[in-house]
């Protein structure tokens, strides 16, 4: 990668990161479903606005508006519904650790719709490996006895079951449509499926929420963790590939967890730091450059 892919791509983690702490901080004023329909209604308004600005329109294919239905379940709804009642109970950093799981399901996911990727020893191990940090991270004591904080984290590693789903479904349903239009038209789409949702589980959203300091959550949230990111993420694919977007979730957790321990005071535990050691390690495994980079260095010498 040029040094603009890595700057975007440190740009991104850190915005990522600091995600985590506005769900952390958002889920205290509005029940956790409002929240996600505020997150992607008011995203889903600025990559509207950004489409108007530079001309372009969304297509009008019935499969496009279908295929993006099903992808903003997979890819939000589910996934911010899950992370953000998570997050009720355990803290930003840790949420963003156990989202490293997505690369993991990914694989498998993957590997069994997209006949391009097969697995193959590399991966495998590399999953193993970042299964073993993961369970590691929720502690062995979650496998065996159920709590809310415990339910927490299984909630997050649904999330990213779904995250895994939802980057298959896009890959094998909506790679021939412009990713601009795809992010827009999924917020939109599911701003509006979430709505009544809302409405049936939380009730009409009380305005009164909205003080200066929820109205800055939102708009980390939305603008700047959602719309922002989405133009972010999908300039480093142009720059660098998608296999340079892996980086991205080994980086993420040290910015949320840098985030928690400045902001909140909240510190993870050395079981959870060492937990997070592995996932990266099996993370790396899976992008293969790292140790590619290492074995050309040793076989020069």
């Given at each position: 990668m040029n040094n603009k892919a890595w700057l975007l791509l440190f740009l991104l983690?850190?915005?990522?990161g600091?995600?985590?702490?506005?769900?952390?901080?958002?889920?205290r004023y509005v029940p956790p479903l409002t929240l996600v329909w505020?997150?992607?209604?008011?995203?889903?308004?600025?990559?509207?606005?950004?489409?108007?600005?530079?001309?372009?329109?969304?297509p009008t294919q019935f499969d496009f508006w279908f295929c993006i239905s099903i992808m903003?379940?997979?890819?939000?709804?589910?996934?911010?519904?899950?992370?953000?009642?998570?997050?009720?109970?355990?803290?930003?950093?840790?949420?963003?650790?156990?989202?490293s799981n997505t690369a993991f399901a990914a694989v498998f996911i993957a590997a069994i719709f997209i006949p391009s990727e097969p697995l193959d020893a590399r991966r495998v191990i590399g999953t193993l490996i970042g299964i073993i940090g993961v369970i590691l991270v929720i502690g062995m004591d979650s496998l065996t006895?159920?709590?809310?904080?415990?339910?927490?984290?299984?909630?997050?590693?649904?999330?990213?079951?779904?995250?895994a789903l939802g980057s298959v479904w896009g890959k094998t349903r909506l790679s021939s449509y412009k990713p601009l239009d795809i992010a827009c038209g999924t917020l939109l789409?599911?701003?509006?499926?979430?709505?009544?949702?809302?409405?049936?589980?939380?009730?009409?959203?009380?305005?009164?929420?909205?003080?200066?300091?929820?109205?800055?959550?939102?708009?980390?949230?939305?603008?700047?963790?959602?719309?922002?990111a989405y133009v972010i993420y999908y300039r480093i694919l142009e720059l660098a590939g998608a296999?340079?977007?892996?980086?991205?979730?080994?980086?993420?957790?040290?910015?949320?967890?840098?985030?928690?321990?400045?902001?909140?005071s909240k510190w993870i535990s050395a079981q959870t730091l060492g937990g997070f050691v592995i996932i990266s390690l099996g993370l790396s495994l899976i992008d293969g450059r790292i140790w590619w980079l290492i074995a050309k260095r040793l076989k020069a010498r």
């Open positions: 983690s850190f915005i990522w600091g995600s985590f702490y506005f769900i952390g901080e958002g889920v505020y997150r992607i209604l008011f995203a889903g308004i600025a990559l509207y606005i950004l489409l108007l600005w530079r001309r372009q329109k969304l903003v379940l997979l890819n939000n709804i589910i996934p911010f519904t899950l992370i953000a009642w998570g997050q009720k109970t355990i803290s930003g950093g840790l949420a963003a650790i156990l989202n006895e159920i709590t809310l904080a415990s339910l927490s984290q299984f909630a997050i590693l649904l999330a990213t079951i779904s995250y789409v599911g701003s509006v499926i979430v709505a009544p949702i809302m409405v049936l589980a939380d009730g009409i959203p009380d305005l009164e929420a909205f003080e200066w300091k929820f109205i800055t959550i939102l708009m980390g949230l939305s603008i700047a963790g959602t719309a922002f296999s340079s977007l892996m980086l991205v979730t080994i980086i993420v957790p040290i910015f949320a967890v840098s985030i928690d321990a400045i902001i909140l």
